[in-house]
């Protein structure tokens, strides 16, 4: 299984972004899918998840402003990233828990916001 993440770029504080996530391989089943991000000097943090059934969870911090979609068709996440703040600078990943194989993760995508 391989995720290919895409979407980051640089973008003006109150601004928007797109995040994308597709899984590709042959023969899988994704339980839940989601975004981690690491800011420098930081730990990885979650972002936000979504289950088959699209339960979603949110990190505090970008409840409101973030929102996470999939399409179960395609093996696809989008995150929408509202009014972005400076404090959500960094390198945003994607991850897969792949039944009965365990957790692939993106390449990683920066975001970088300026204030």
């Known amino acids: 299984v391989q995720l290919q993440a895409s979407g980051g770029g640089l973008v003006q504080a109150g601004g928007s972004l797109r995040l994308s996530c597709v899984a590709s391989?042959?023969?899988?089943?994704?339980?839940?899918m989601g975004w981690y991000r690491q800011a420098p000097g930081n730990q990885r943090e979650l972002v936000a998840i979504?289950?088959?059934?699209?339960?979603?969870n949110y990190a505090d911090s970008v409840k409101g402003r973030f929102t996470i979609s999939r399409d179960n068709a395609k093996n696809t996440i989008v995150l929408q990233m509202n009014n972005l703040k400076a404090e959500d600078t960094a390198v945003y990943y994607c991850?897969?828990?792949?039944?009965?194989?365990?957790?692939?993760w993106g390449q990683g995508t920066l975001v970088t916001v300026s204030s």
């Open positions: 991850y897969a828990d792949i039944s009965l194989s365990g957790y692939y």
């Open positions: 391989g042959s023969s899988f089943s994704i339980r839940t």
């Open positions: 979504i289950t088959s059934g699209d339960r979603q």
